[in-house]
């Protein structure tokens, strides 16, 4: 489909991105045709993308089709490593999973979606599978709730305009005025609460991380299966932790910004 873009758009690079984003959770083989269906793109060109793609390492031929290599990963990791925020929030997130002996992730917006940019897990039985690159509908998630709720009120609107590409049905889908009242709250609070609204067994606290200007640059969290945590012991005893371990990452990430550039001749 065309798309309105400026002259010095790129539509082939912008095609090949549409084709790598149709493999989806859950179907590991794309077929010619369903790629070719999911994208809008002829059949024929849908054909030389993967071909190039498979050149480059990206994609691989199966029997029934084309299925994604590991070296997708490296386009999403570079991200991560060029804010250095693995770096700066690993130790802190090992530590809180040694507190609390659960799992913490930390997430970014992306639209209406949060991504997931780094996690600490622990080998637990959940509803949904999260990895780096997972991602799910913000309002549905405490990591999402913390990242909206940092909003003004143009970028909010702006962002929950976008649809969410993450494939998933959240058991919370708020109206409007529900979710304006439960992100004022998470501002007067500063960590929000999810209590199975993503999914039945998922229930997860977060709150932000700011940089050096203060400003909410990512979510924190802990998750817990809902069977085995009640809410108390999710607010009274890991949310402690976790606001210290925030704490903590803001602070690194303050003093990695603050630190002079050094030039060697």
Not at 4 to 32: C, Q
Not at 39 to 45: C, D, V
Not at 200 to 228: F, K, M, P, Q, Y
Request: glycine share 8%; net charge neutral; with cysteine.
């Amino acid at each position: 489909m065309p798309r309105e873009a400026g002259p010095d758009f790129i539509e082939a690079l912008a095609r090949g991105l549409d084709v790598l984003r149709s493999f989806r959770p859950g179907r590991r083989v794309s077929t010619l045709s369903e790629i070719a269906a999911d994208t809008g793109l002829a059949r024929p060109t849908v054909r030389r993308i993967l071909l190039t793609l498979a050149e480059l390492g990206y994609v691989r031929g199966e029997e029934r089709g084309y299925a994604l290599t590991p070296r997708v990963l490296e386009l999403g990791m570079a991200y991560v490593h060029s804010l250095d925020m693995w770096d700066v929030a690993r130790p802190h997130m090992e530590r809180l999973v040694a507190q609390t002996g659960e799992s913490t992730s930390m997430a970014q917006l992306d639209g209406s979606d949060i991504v997931y940019v780094a996690r600490v897990a622990v080998p637990k039985i959940v509803t949904l599978a999260v990895s780096i690159g997972t991602r799910f509908p913000a309002p549905a998630t405490s990591m999402g709730k913390v990242l909206l709720a940092a909003l003004d009120p143009a970028e909010l609107d702006a962002v929950l305009a976008q649809p969410t590409r993450s494939g998933i049905d959240a058991r919370w889908q708020p109206q409007r005025d529900e979710l304006d009242r439960s992100l004022r709250e998470v501002r007067a609070k500063g960590w929000a609460l999810a209590d199975q609204d993503l999914a039945l067994g998922i229930r997860s606290v977060a709150t932000g991380v700011r940089n050096g200007d203060g400003r909410v640059v990512a979510a924190l969290n802990v998750t817990v299966h809902a069977a085995e945590t009640c809410v108390d012991k999710l607010t009274g005893h890991h949310l402690p932790l976790l606001l210290h371990a925030a704490a903590d990452i803001s602070h690194d990430w303050s003093l990695r910004d603050s630190a002079p550039i050094v030039v060697r001749a």
